[in-house]
């Protein structure tokens, strides 16, 4: 656990540090429904555009950590990537043939509204 907690604590720290030497950047952290290490690589792969910097999942506390270009675009269009490969996430539902189209170790468990 400490492990995780120094992996995730690094990346942040990194993030922010190589963010401000960026223009315009924006760090941030939300939480995205997902896994295993093919729902890490599906999703940050989802958010991986030239305006993302950097994009980290974790699959244990199901967070993602995102740099961007805040003039280039926006967290709902990032959050939007997200949906549309599938993995719902604090600002955006995937659609459920999104959803559906995940291999079964990726389907989540939704949370009914």
């Known amino acids: 656990m ?3 907690m120094f992996i995730i604590a ?6 922010t540090a190589f963010a401000q030497s960026i223009p315009n950047s924006k760090s941030l952290t939300f939480k995205v429904s997902g ?4 729902c890490k690589k599906t999703i940050e792969k989802a958010v991986n555009q030239p305006n993302v910097v950097s994009a980290t999942w974790n699959k244990s506390t199901k967070v ?3 740099t961007y270009d805040s ?7 990032i959050q939007k990537k ?5 993995y719902d996430n604090e600002g955006a539902v995937a ?7 995940l291999h079964s170790c990726c389907q ?3 949370k009914k509204e």
Do not use: H, M, W
Not at 82 to 86: P, Q, R, S, T, V
Not at 95 to 101: G, L, R
């Open 108 to 110: 989540y468990d939704r």
């Open 10 to 15: 690094f990346v942040a720290i990194s993030s």
């Open 82 to 86: 997200i949906a549309e490969a599938g």
């Open 64 to 66: 993602i950590a995102v």
């Open 2 to 4: 400490k492990t995780i």
């Open 95 to 101: 659609t459920d043939e999104a959803y559906s189209n």
């Open 71 to 77: 003039t280039k675009t926006t967290l709902p269009q």
């Open 35 to 38: 896994n295993c290490g093919s």
